[in-house]
């Protein structure tokens, strides 16, 4: 038997006893990222996060000692949360300052979202 208290499409997961957890699947999804500048500025990280993949697989193939190979594992990681945090910014100053109509009010969404900007990139460092 499934459960739903919103109209959307869902995925059900079986969770025991007869059970089924049935999550919301997200309907509106925005493009990313917006402007031409943010994709190209996306698209050129990726490369450059291809790059520093393909010499962390050229290392272990060669058998790199450990301590060197651990340093561009870091490195990726830091390149691939620098990615997120830049599309996580675009989306949010696109999200949530498109709502606001008083400049007043726009001004404080968007101290707001720098405020929350920098507590995440303070996090994926």
């Known amino acids: 038997m499934r459960f739903s208290l919103l109209a959307v499409p869902r995925r059900s997961v079986h ?3 007869g059970y089924v957890y049935s999550p919301p699947v997200s309907i ?3 493009p990313l990222p917006h402007s031409p500048e943010e994709k190209k500025r996306a698209i050129t990280r990726l ?3 291809r790059g520093q993949v393909e010499g962390l697989e050229r290392a272990i ?3 790199t000692d450990c301590g060197p190979v651990l ?3 870091a490195a990726l990681r830091g390149a691939v949360n620098g990615l997120m945090a830049d599309i996580l910014d675009g989306h949010l100053h ?3 300052t498109q709502v606001a109509v008083d400049p007043k009010i726009r001004k404080q969404h968007q101290a ?3 405020q ?3 507590l995440v990139r303070s996090y994926l460092k």
Request: glycine share 8%; proline share 0%; hydrophobic share 50%.
């Open 15 to 17: 969770i025991g006893h």
């Open 28 to 30: 509106r999804v925005a």
């Open 47 to 49: 490369r450059r996060i």
């Open 61 to 63: 193939a060669a058998g």
């Open 71 to 73: 340093q561009q594992i």
């Open 94 to 96: 696109e999200e949530f």
């Open 112 to 114: 707001s979202i720098e």
């Open 116 to 118: 929350v900007i920098a």
